[in-house]
């Protein structure tokens, strides 16, 4: 059973980092499409960042500019997103997607639970 697990959410003042990382079981990551979305109650998801897990292309939503960044571990099976200079309009849902199309923002398969992500002005 394909499990993905995301931690590393929480409250935090504008400007302020967070890590979030997504622990996969069940589905290997390596050589595999990955991403974040995140969503607002009441408005569509957006597709946060996405990554070729076999290296060489990443992918961000256009309100990202150059603040957050995917990574992920092969060897933990996980996959990670920092962000940092969060702003107010950043809070919302963060979900971990694996088992994605190759088409930015990706449609994916495998789903996490989500993690909750607050920035207060």
């Known amino acids: 059973q394909v499990q993905l697990v995301e931690s590393g959410g929480g409250s935090v003042e504008a400007g302020g980092s967070l890590r979030l990382s997504c622990a996969v079981s069940g589905y290997t990551i390596a050589k595999k499409y990955m991403a974040w979305f995140r969503q607002v109650p009441g408005k569509e998801r957006q597709g946060v960042a996405g990554?070729?897990?076999?290296?060489?292309?990443?992918y961000y939503g256009g309100f990202v500019k150059g603040r957050f960044a995917i990574s992920h571990d092969n060897a933990k099976n996980t996959l990670y997103l920092q962000m940092d200079s969060l702003k107010p309009e950043d809070t919302a849902m963060y979900y971990c997607a694996a088992k994605c199309n190759h088409r930015w923002p990706y449609e994916c398969d495998y789903w996490g639970q989500g993690t909750q992500v607050t920035v207060s002005s």
């Open positions: 990554i070729y897990t076999g290296g060489g292309s990443e």
